[in-house]
């Protein structure tokens, strides 16, 4: 059985503590019933935590931790920026972190494909050798971080540098760490209990 979502427990608890009644005039009020009025219990309202509401305390806590990067490292192009993309196969926007070096090379390789892939189509039709050529020299994500290999392992040691300098930031990055780990904890634990559910 489903519990009630967290946002209507709020709500209904909200309803039922509400201000005191309007009618009752504040200045004519007998200080003595605040000695005999019994305490207000704390009540606390738990909810079971969602991936989606993991997923966005990691994406939270992720804008933190390379907002404190980029202000704090040594160049400009080991600074990280997220943006949401659509892929080919899937409607759904997916969250892409990665540095200013990685997006410049990827931009880069993609101009020049883009420019002999344009020279393919001419007015007799398309050079089918040429769109080849242009394609050909598209690069997939796994070959553009084969060729920045030792870009990213400089930055590697920024953030280890950083992590030694700095308590915030690695408190930061601990952070993300254990967030990511308890999501991927919980998401296999639900998907496997769904496929022992079906068994």
Known sequence: ???????LVCLAGLLFVGPPALS??????????????????????????????MRIQIESAEELLYGMFNTLNSSDDFDIHCRHLRSVRSHLPRRVCEPVFFFSLRKDNSQQALMDIR?????????????SSGMALLDSDSELRSLAE????????????????????????????????????????????????SD
């Open 1 to 7: 059985m489903r519990s009630p979502s967290l946002k």
């Open 24 to 53: 009752q005039d504040s200045s004519q009020a007998d200080p003595r019933d605040n000695e005999t009025a019994p305490p207000i219990e704390a009540i606390t309202i738990t909810g079971e935590r969602t991936l989606l509401s």
């Open 119 to 131: 020279q393919a189509y001419t007015s007799e039709g398309i050079d089918p050798v040429m769109l």
């Open 150 to 197: 030792g870009r990213f392992t400089e930055m590697n040691e920024e953030i280890l540098k950083l992590a030694m300098e700095n308590p915030a930031y690695l408190e930061a990055l601990l952070r993300v760490n254990n967030l990511k780990t308890e999501y991927e904890a919980e998401r296999k634990a639900r998907f496997r209990t769904r496929e022992t559910d």
